[in-house]
């Protein structure tokens, strides 16, 4: 397939234009450039959002991820059961804390930490159990508080790329003892870097506000509007873990956007599940019935039938000017993790990451060019022509 010198595809897109700018510039003109007002603001209006009783903002969704677990208590000798099948950034939070992440295997349909194989893996060091909601695939939450109630270890949701995704019609976090969202630029809505943290906990959302500004007492921009002189203490051992005020302009304005491109996402994800579950060789992404996506990515799994591997598709699409990208990552088998419980077998997590890719999938995205993605897939498959279908 011959493409000429059309457009290449990325595999996604922020979705960024004037009010965004003009909020940011008016952040900057404040002269209140770091952790303010409107990060405040963009707390509030994320808690409200997904229902949560408190959001704390912070500078990734990895820092966020370090702060609720050492909230959570977890710290050196303890362990925390993740999925190998997720960003390194998962089980790198673990370690920050001087904690041994403990890999535990997924459904191969969801592609979700499954409940059954991270309740085996309990043993007395466990504090904590993350589930990752991958790729805005909300993981199974009935099925982990109840495991985390019986052997009383903390659930901290990994929701990077989860925000307005539902399970059983609510938000993911709006009951989350810990759920720690990403506003990366592949994300749903972006800050550029940032993240959040909601909670039902006055207490943990106190402490994470101390964390994540060097244990400090009180934040700066308390200290220096207060009409008298306060001199700061330093409480615990804390981190520079702050989102600017930049950053937060920013995210005020994306989440005005969140329920247009939640819409948007779910539009062009049901194109490609209509026009591409015929397509022998493929598997379009399982969706449970208690599940509500956010198609933060588009997934598919190629059988054994499918006449390429995953890497020669993605090869074949790149030639067609179509920027995909493999699946889902498995930390242990990265070499920052061969010292560290790199031997397990786990056998769904390496076949799905081995098996599957993400699609071009981004709000802006017209009929024409994921018409011309579902074409060079069908090509690949040794299909000639694609099924007409309007995006």
Known sequence: MDYGQKPIIPIT??????????????AILSGWLTQGPRVAEFEAVFAAYVGAREAVACSSCTTALHMALVAAGVGPGHEVIVPSLSFIASANAVRYCGAQPVFADVDPLTLNLDPDAAEAEITPRT?????????????????????????????VEDAACAVGSEYRGRRIGGDAEFACFSFHPRKVITTGEGGMIVTQSDAAAARLRLLRQHGMSINDHARHQSARLIIEEYTELGFNYRMTDIQAAIGIEQMRRLDEILSRRRQL???????????????????????????QSYCIRLASSFPLRRNELLACLLASGIQARRGIMTAHREPAYRDHGGGEVLTHSTAASDETLLLPLYPQMTAEEQNRVIEALCEAGGRVHAEAGAA
Not at 127 to 138: E, L, Y
Not at 280 to 293: D, F, K, L, N, S
């Open 13 to 26: 897109k922020p979705l960024l234009s004037g009010p965004e700018a003009e909020a940011a510039a008016k």
């Open 127 to 155: 504090r904590a159990i993350m589930p990752v909601h991958q790729i805005g695939m909300p993981a199974d939450l009935d099925r982990f508080r109840a495991i985390g109630r019986r052997h009383s270890v903390t659930i």
């Open 269 to 295: 994800a049901e194109n490609y599940t209509r026009r591409l579950r015929a397509l022998p060789g493929i598997q379009t992404p399982c969706v449970p019935t208690w599940a509500r996506p956010n198609y």
